[in-house]
């Protein structure tokens, strides 16, 4: 089960709970500004993970400052280090949260800007902040349809759609198999076909191949 935060001052949020036997999730999204309003929905992930006795696999938006060119005259920038503190601060709250509920470190992924975007969302990489966020609203109602339960009855708000597209990206990453336990993850990724995504996380997390393996793969 992943929980899914786009941090800042206003945060999106997203539950993905995959059903499986080709069912459609169930997908829950907000926003949090406050300390109670961030609590509550790692209260809530955590009660619907240990409901459906799932592991909860936290996955959250990271950022880069961009890199100064020698040479470059200076420009305006959108992200810089004003905006990375600020963000930076955020998250640390949400970091909180995720310690008084008793998270293990090892459960939190980050995931950059540009990966998720390029995964989900697709298109050109030169878009501004508000055609970016008009696009994951976009592609988050396109994907989710009525699945989408809102943490709210404004609709879905620009942030809260990008925590649902990085639910997305998170739902089909390998990444997000380094954070689960291991004799869950050898349990979801069990059929032949995944054998090698498998071998490949094993071996990233230092396990042991597993025997059952079927043979060629």
Known sequence: MILAIDPGATSGWCVLVPDGQNRSPRVDAGIAKTTSERELVVYEARRMASDRERPLVIVAETWKIPAAVEGEQRK???FGAQTSAGLGASWGRWLAEFERAEIR???VIRVDTG???SRVI???R???T???K???QFRARALFGDQLVLGASRGLEPDAAEAACIALWAERAGEVGLALPATTLRAALARPEDAELLAL???RRGLAPTTTRPEGR
Do not use: I, K, N
């Open 201 to 203: 996380l094993e071996q």
């Open 134 to 136: 008009r696009a994951a």
């Open 130 to 132: 508000d055609d970016w």
């Open 122 to 124: 697709g298109g050109s």
């Open 126 to 128: 030169f878009r501004s």
């Open 105 to 107: 470190p090892s459960s």
């Open 76 to 78: 305006r920038r959108a």
């Open 115 to 117: 990966t998720w975007r």
